[in-house]
């Protein structure tokens, strides 16, 4: 147990130029952790398929061949074991990488995370460190039904003591991962299927993207203006970003201008970030995957509220209304946040 | 396998008899003096969130055979983790009595400085932690184990739970992943007959959790009689093994409940509460060692002062601490001090 657990984090740039190297986002998030793994031999990685098959959404490719079976370990359908066995090891000063392989199987698993992982810290009063990554895939879209296709971010958002990123890009992915590996604190890390960019998915071209050779960082808790507007924000994140720009395109032909704030964090949650643009166009809807009631949604209208109830002339939210994801695609494609709905959604915020 | 009280204390010598006895006695006394001082200010009625301890308070008075058996075998360089009932092993363990005591007074100079409480113990000095929820503990061994055998150190984690964890869903996992890997534990199950008022044979399918391991390919033993010497050889096979690279061991330890599940539990589904007194361990073994003549009433005498010295001063310790500050309630959830997500 490492009580002052080396702080490993290096001097690393923050948030340097992108050039012009492109890559997908699963690219993006191994990069990261291969070049962790480089230069901190107490990085490893372990989950259901993280090795020979190189993670089910290929987060972890090619680092078993680069690293060997002592650093990078398939793991038997145990969650509860292995994810604890992480809390263990990061307890003793290592930075695992634990991989639960959809968000949706949390259900198995959830006392380790929620009453181990992220209290260890606090219940010791600051003495015990778990310097852990507990990465992840969530999202729907492509017919894999109501187990397999949920977001989830709201419910460990929701329980103290975990840092939750939610990248949307390349760029954010690798500098997030990066950045979550070397935190002294366990970061959950939710990659959304649809931002991977992966060949056997449908994607959205901004799932590849111009991506820095070297090592960097994007900060945890810093959200980032997407795109610039003036008539009214929308305050989105993951795949829904994607969505939102492509809205956002399409209206500024019709001189409706959208500002679209990419939280890339809800632990912690930048919320000067959110007054700001709230404040900017006075006209906020709210794009979320996660479930509708009692999330993150209400969380942004309560932070906008908290911090002047006469900040807004609107507020809507698109979201997943309350149901279990549909299998039929007609029926996930009618809960989804889909580009349609998001259309309709900032039409009528500006009265439109 | 089941081991009997006699067939394994060949190897001891009155030195290592002694500190057992010390440490049982050291370990009792300490219980002794969180029970006097958890119920001094919850009188006449008792109210669970009052005085100076408040909370839920389980004490492991009849378990110390466990603690100090499998203990002797550890440094401070090798890892425990406990349950719910943790203060024997903590103090097996080596865990400094003062900040032990600390924290279950819930004051500032606790382990925790009073936000884990007593279900809630870590100590980096001793890698001893403890999970209030059944089970749990065991995963993060794993991972200790995991980083000790990364580092090269022969040091091992011992993962002790109760019979009633030998159902949850965690145990099994953390056995199988445990063997696949090989990794340097010793789980140790202990069982006072008791999940809470459901007695073992209600809740279990086989006769001793031991017969287990073998589902797993590992060794497991069961240990009867509640003696300290015999659970002292069998850890000291699974310890050995663990250290050698031989890989994990399940022993189970019938041991004894002298008191409740939890202060203010009356019992009433005990039918053999008449007969637990007489089954107390450490009456038991000071008889045999006095026997024995590897001790006298003197020896037994100074054992008894040292260990009341240690723990009043601990607990005077505690008293005397300051409470944290409510303008602190908010720190530490995580290491940059970012205040949760309300930053």
């Known amino acids: 147990m490492s009580t002052v657990a080396e702080n490993a984090r290096q001097a690393l740039p923050v948030e340097p130029d992108a050039g012009n190297r492109r890559l997908n986002t699963a690219k993006a998030i191994q990069e990261a952790i291969g070049s962790q793994m480089e230069r901190d031999e107490s990085v490893f990685v372990i989950g259901e398929d993280v090795g020979a098959y190189g993670g089910i959404f290929s987060s972890t490719t090619g680092l078993l061949e680069r690293f060997g079976p002592k650093r990078v370990l398939d793991t038997p359908i145990s969650e509860s074991a292995f994810i604890g066995l992480g809390i263990g090891a990061a307890v003793e000063g290592m930075r695992p990488i634990v991989e639960l392989m959809f968000v949706d199987f949390f259900g198995v698993c959830m006392d380790q995370i929620y009453n181990h992982m992220a209290k260890i810290h606090f219940e010791s009063g600051g003495n015990v460190r778990v310097p852990m990554v507990l990465m992840t895939a969530t999202g729907g879209g492509y017919s894999d039904g109501s187990q397999h296709s949920q977001s989830l971010w709201g419910t460990f958002a929701h329980l103290p003591g975990m840092k939750v990123v939610v990248p949307s890009n390349p760029y954010d992915a690798k500098g997030l991962m990066t950045a979550a590996i070397q935190s002294d604190d366990p970061v959950v890390y939710m990659f959304h299927k649809g931002v991977m960019g992966l060949a056997w998915m449908k994607k959205n071209p901004r799932s590849i993207a111009a991506v820095p050779a070297g090592d960097y960082v994007v900060p945890i808790g810093k959200a980032k203006v997407a795109r610039e507007g003036t008539d009214v924000s929308i305050v989105t994140l993951s795949l829904s970003v994607h969505h939102s720009l492509d809205v956002a395109e399409k209206l500024a032909g019709e001189g409706i201008s959208v500002e679209v704030l990419d939280l890339r964090s809800l632990v912690p949650l930048d919320r000067d970030a959110i007054v700001a643009t709230a404040a900017k166009t006075g006209r906020v809807v709210v794009v979320d995957e996660d479930y509708q009631s009692f999330g993150l949604s209400g969380e942004i209208a309560a932070t906008i509220a908290e911090h002047d109830p006469g900040l807004l002339k609107s507020f809507s939210r698109v979201c997943v209304p309350d149901v279990p994801i549909p299998y039929a695609r007609e029926l996930e494609y009618a809960v989804l946040p889909t580009p349609v709905r998001i259309e309709a959604a900032v039409r009528k915020a500006v009265g439109a | ?343």
């Open chain 2, 1 to 343: 396998m089941t081991l009997g009280t006699t067939e394994r204390a060949a190897e001891l010598n009155a030195r290592d008899r002694r500190a057992l006895l010390r440490q049982m006695i050291l370990i009792r006394t300490f219980e002794e003096a969180i029970l006097r001082e958890y119920h001094a200010d919850k009188k006449p009625g008792f109210d669970i969130g009052a005085g100076k301890i408040p909370g839920e308070m389980h004490l492991s008075a009849g378990q110390e055979p466990v603690a100090a058996g499998v203990c002797a075998h550890l440094g401070p360089g090798d890892a425990v983790t406990a349950t719910h009932r943790p203060h024997h092993l903590a103090i097996a363990h080596g865990m400094k009595l003062r900040p032990l005591a600390a924290e279950i007074f819930g004051r500032e100079t606790g382990l925790g400085r009073g936000r884990g409480g007593h279900m809630h113990l870590f100590d980096p000095e001793t890698h001893f932690s403890c999970s209030g929820i059944i089970a749990e503990g065991l995963p993060p061994a794993l991972g200790q184990a995991f980083a000790f055998r990364h580092a090269g150190a022969d040091n091992i984690a011992v993962a002790v739970t109760g019979e009633g964890a030998a159902n949850a869903g965690a145990f099994h996992e953390s056995l199988n992943l445990a063997a696949l890997w090989k990794l340097p534990v010793v789980v140790v199950v202990e069982d006072n007959d008791w999940g809470i008022s459901v007695a073992r044979q209600s809740s279990t399918a086989v006769p001793s959790n031991a017969v287990r391991g073998a589902a797993y390919g590992i060794p497991g033993v069961r240990v009867e009689g509640n003696d300290v010497e015999a659970v002292h050889a069998a850890a000291g096979e699974a310890v050995a093994r663990a250290r050698a690279g031989g890989g994990p061991s399940l022993i189970e330890v019938h041991t004894l409940r002298l008191w409740g599940h939890f202060e203010g539990d009356a019992q009433g589904y005990r039918p053999d509460l008449a007969d637990v007194p007489g089954r107390d361990p450490i009456p038991v073994y000071e008889k045999k060692l006095l026997a024995a003549g590897v001790l006298t009433e003197s020896d037994l005498a100074a054992l008894r002062t040292e260990a009341s010295e240690l723990v009043e001063d601990a607990v005077a310790f505690a008293i005397a601490s300051p409470a944290p500050s409510p303008d602190e309630a908010l720190k530490y959830v995580f290491a940059d001090q970012t205040e949760g997500a309300r930053s």
